[in-house]
């Protein structure tokens, strides 16, 4: 069964996100990224500029399979339609978003990233609610109560 994995309280998502990518890649784990259009976007430009010295390969879902194939992440909107959802592979699945990512339980592992604002914990406390009710396995990372290095 699906593991889920909260990492709440994040001062910086976009470079928490980056940093946990990194540590992916180097790990050869295969991420699916879900979010809006927009996020994804401010992503993709903050994997290409975060680290030049280990550069993250990453590529969008809509992208040829091949490319999607030695990408150790792949960008998926949300906002896409259900049979868009295809994906390349279904290790781990970090959602950034504020919905329930489409096909999650198809995933061994859900991260989801909840950032400060009062908006995003509300929003993570639903899907969490979702989860358990559903009987998922949840794990809780409070990066308030530490210093947050993945």
Not at 98 to 104: D, E, F, Q, S, V
Not at 112 to 119: F, I, L, M, Q, Y
Request: proline share 4%.
């Amino acid at each position: 069964m699906t593991e889920v994995a909260f990492h709440f309280n994040v001062p910086d998502k976009m470079n928490y996100v980056c940093r946990l990518l990194r540590k992916a890649s180097q790990a050869q784990a295969r991420v699916v990224v879900s979010g809006l259009h927009q996020e994804l976007h401010t992503l993709d430009e903050a994997l290409w500029s975060f680290s030049p010295q280990s550069f993250v390969t990453h590529c969008w879902a809509n992208d040829d399979s091949a490319k999607a194939a030695l990408s150790s992440v792949v960008l998926k909107a949300s906002d896409t339609t259900p049979e868009e959802a295809t994906m390349p592979h279904h290790h781990i699945l970090l959602n950034l978003g504020n919905a329930i990512p489409l096909g999650y339980e198809t995933f061994e592992r859900v991260i989801e990233v909840v950032g400060v604002g009062e908006d995003d914990k509300t929003h993570a406390r639903e899907r969490w609610k979702h989860y358990a009710q559903r009987g998922y396995t949840l794990v809780k990372h409070d990066l308030g109560s530490r210093t947050a290095s993945p």
